[in-house]
Each structure stands twice: as C-alpha cells, then as structure tokens.
C-alpha cells in the first residue's frame, strides 16, 4: 500500500520570497515520486520526478525537490516564487511493484500556493 | 501530436442520465487510467487498463464502466448518473515500463 499526504492545504508567500511546499510518503516498494502542478480549470503539468537516481531532482520553471528516505520526504522549493506560480501542487507516489511498474499513481490532497505582490 | 485528448469539456446531467466520456491518445501508450478530481481529495483512481482488452478497477470503481477495444482510445461510461459524480475526470497514459504520466485536459460533469 501507498500513501501521500501534503502537510499544508494552503501556503501564501510573496514575490521573490522563497517556497516551501512540504510532502510525506509511505510506500511498500522503492517508490518513484512526483510533483505535478495544476493551474486554475487547466489540466496537470509534470513538474519533476524521482525514479531512483539522483536524490535532488530539478524540475521547470526553477523548481526542485529532494528524495529523503530517512525522513520519507520529497519536499517541493523554489528559491524566489514568480506571480506565475500560484497553481494547486500536487504530490504523487507510483506504485512501482517489485519491478513490475503497474504505475498505479496514489495523489497527495494537494496545496495550495498563493503569491501575493 | 495531439497527445492526450478529452471529450466534452464541459457536461450537465440529470440524474439517471447515461453518457459516456471519451478519451484517446496518439502516442501508443500502452497504459490508460481515469481520475476523478474532488476538492480536498486529489486524483483518485477509477479505473485503468493495461492494454486492449485488459481493464482493471481502482480505488473508485462503482457508477462507471470502462472498455478498452483500441491501444487509442478508454472511454469512461455513466450508467446511471447521481449528483456524487460530479466532479472533473481525468483520462491519463503512459507508456510501459515509463513512469511519467501524460494527463488530459479534463472533463467536468454537473450531475443535478
């Protein structure tokens, strides 16, 4: 079994200022993990994933996340949030069974971002 | 290169009303699956497909059926629609053996 949860429903920063968007997972297999953003009544975009190589993953538009195993984290930042970047960021965990990828994808509830001026 | 395309974008229904939601993709994806979105809730699962001829239900299965006759398209199928399905689904593939996930644009339904 898989899980995801997204520990903030809403995070408000200002331009320029840095992003945090926080994600924890649990999974019974080596999980390979997703950050996806929606913007508002538009489809999801990938941002960036984590399949096993690399530990610090760079996504779009400056984005970028680290697996942490230890702490089962895959944290979403950005060093200075762009007016552009308020969307819902959703976390996402692929059921990656034993090798045999069913690519089954468990969401986080997603977060939230809103950039104020 | 159309990728992943969704029919309508945009559906009222009454309930007991049928329809069904079309989804194809011209990558040649082995994969398909459908979400449904719900404020709060993320992306749940409906159902997915392997390959032609080969479907499977997910987390969210009852009040839809699905079918699988082409590599191209899954269309998605209301029996019997109810006002708790409303919401926006998404039709999504992949390619065997990839991880990423290609979405559609969605199709949201209004059940009254």
């Known amino acids: 079994a898989q899980s995801v949860t997204q520990l903030d429903s809403h995070v408000s920063v200002s331009e320029g200022t840095p992003v945090l968007l926080r994600c924890n997972y649990s999974s019974s297999y080596s999980p390979s993990l997703f950050w996806y953003v929606q913007h508002p009544n538009k489809g999801l975009q990938l941002l960036l994933k984590?399949?096993?190589?690399?530990?610090l993953v760079k996504g779009i538009n400056g984005f970028e996340a680290e697996f942490k195993k230890s702490e089962t984290s895959f944290h979403l930042t950005k060093p200075s949030a762009h007016m552009s970047d308020a969307a819902e960021y959703f976390c996402?965990?692929?059921?990656?069974?034993?090798?045999?990828?069913?690519?089954?994808?468990?969401f986080g509830q997603g977060t939230i971002l809103t950039v104020h001026p | 290169n159309a990728g992943v395309t969704q029919t309508p974008k945009f559906q009222v229904l009454k309930t007991g009303q049928s329809m069904t939601l079309q989804c194809a993709q011209d990558m040649n994806h082995e994969y398909m699956s459908w979400y449904r979105q719900d404020p709060g809730m993320g992306l749940r699962l409906i159902h997915y497909?392997?390959?032609?001829?080969?479907?499977d239900q997910g987390e969210v299965p009852n009040g839809y059926n699905v079918s699988r006759s082409t590599t191209e398209d899954f269309p998605l199928r209301l029996l019997s629609a109810a006002p708790s399905q409303t919401s926006v689904y998404f039709c999504?593939?992949?390619?065997?053996?990839?991880?990423?996930?290609?979405f559609g644009p969605g199709t949201r339904l209004l059940v009254l």
């Open positions: 497909s392997v390959g032609a001829g080969i479907t």
């Open positions: 984590y399949t096993s190589a690399a530990t």
């Open positions: 996402v965990v692929s059921d990656s069974a034993g090798g045999t990828s069913y690519g089954k994808l468990t």
């Open positions: 999504a593939s992949r390619r065997d053996r990839e991880e990423t996930q290609y």
